[in-house]
């Protein structure tokens, strides 16, 4: 597959995702979303990629937010389809993907750059990185699940805070908002994020999936999440994997998890 705004790259069972537009700051127009989308649904379905990490290219920026000379001259109907279909395509997409995803937040990650951080299941940051929400800076409020999301990973304050101040915080601070899991030297942040991504891949991918399922079901409306757990947790006891899992542990080896 060939793609014009992004890179996906195949190794050692992990897919990195490189949105790949330097000069604009890796802005998020319409084509890098959909090419995104297709990427992500092809890693997600590939029995070998176990991880998906998603970065930016350069060093500068993560993704300097969505593309703001696309949605300038936008009236009120076209401003709600930009943000739904995007939400679609993108953010509850790759939130609710099987594989887990790591966000590599490798310098500005700042609206639609922040959403995309944050919709993935977890984030690490280079020690450049820069994140915010400015939206309201442009007359317009974060539209990608930035409004929702935020306040789920840092607090309703800190969040109200971010998103009326408009500014940025930095790497540090967006660890110690646990917006971020861990900050890297820059030149470290792609390996660091792979090493997780070894630890990750030891596991069972089939019990992965059913706990990204169940942790997600809590922030979802009319969704109980105990219930959802409940179910994942029954529907672990008929995998391959379990079988495996469990049968390792008694016979004091090291699992080898066929993925089923
Ligand atoms: N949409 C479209 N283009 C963007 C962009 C965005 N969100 N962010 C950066 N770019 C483009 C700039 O227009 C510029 O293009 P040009 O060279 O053709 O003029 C290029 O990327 C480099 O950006 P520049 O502003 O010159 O870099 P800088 O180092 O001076 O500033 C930022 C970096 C991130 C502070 C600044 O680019 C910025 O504020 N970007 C917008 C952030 C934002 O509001 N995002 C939310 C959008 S909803």
Redesign the pocket.
């Known amino acids: 597959m060939s793609y014009q705004n992004i890179l996906s790259e195949f190794d050692n069972g992990v897919t990195t995702i490189t949105i790949n537009r330097p000069?604009?700051?890796n802005?998020l127009n319409r084509d890098t979303i959909q090419e995104l989308h297709t990427a992500l649904t092809i890693a997600d379905e590939e029995h070998e990629t176990k991880v998906i990490i998603v970065t930016g290219s350069g060093e500068k920026?993560f993704v300097?937010?969505?593309?703001?000379?696309e949605f300038s001259d936008f009236d009120v109907s076209q401003g709600s389809r930009l943000a739904a279909k995007g939400q679609e395509l993108l953010f509850d997409y790759i939130q609710n993907l099987g594989t887990p995803t790591i966000a590599a937040v490798n310098g500005?990650a700042?609206?639609?750059g922040l959403e995309l951080a944050m919709a993935c299941h977890f984030r690490v940051a280079s020690n450049n990185a820069k994140m915010g929400l400015?939206?309201v800076?442009?007359g317009v409020i974060p539209g990608y699940g930035g409004t929702q999301r935020l306040p789920q990973l840092v607090g309703k304050g800190r969040a109200m805070e971010m998103i009326m101040t408009a500014g940025m915080i930095d790497a540090n601070q967006a660890l110690q908002y646990g917006l971020v899991n861990h900050v890297k030297a820059q030149e470290e942040l792609l390996d660091a994020c792979k090493e997780i991504a070894q630890k990750i891949m030891r596991n069972s991918s089939v019990a992965i999936a059913k706990a990204i399922e169940a942790v997600n079901a809590n922030y979802t409306d009319g969704v109980n999440g105990f219930e959802v757990e409940v179910e994942a947790f029954g529907a672990c006891f008929g995998t391959e994997d379990f079988k495996e899992g469990t049968t390792a542990f008694l016979e004091k080896r090291k699992a080898d998890f066929p993925g089923k």
């Open positions: 000069k604009k700051l802005a920026a300097a937010g969505a593309d703001i000379s500005f700042l609206g639609g400015p939206e800076s442009l």
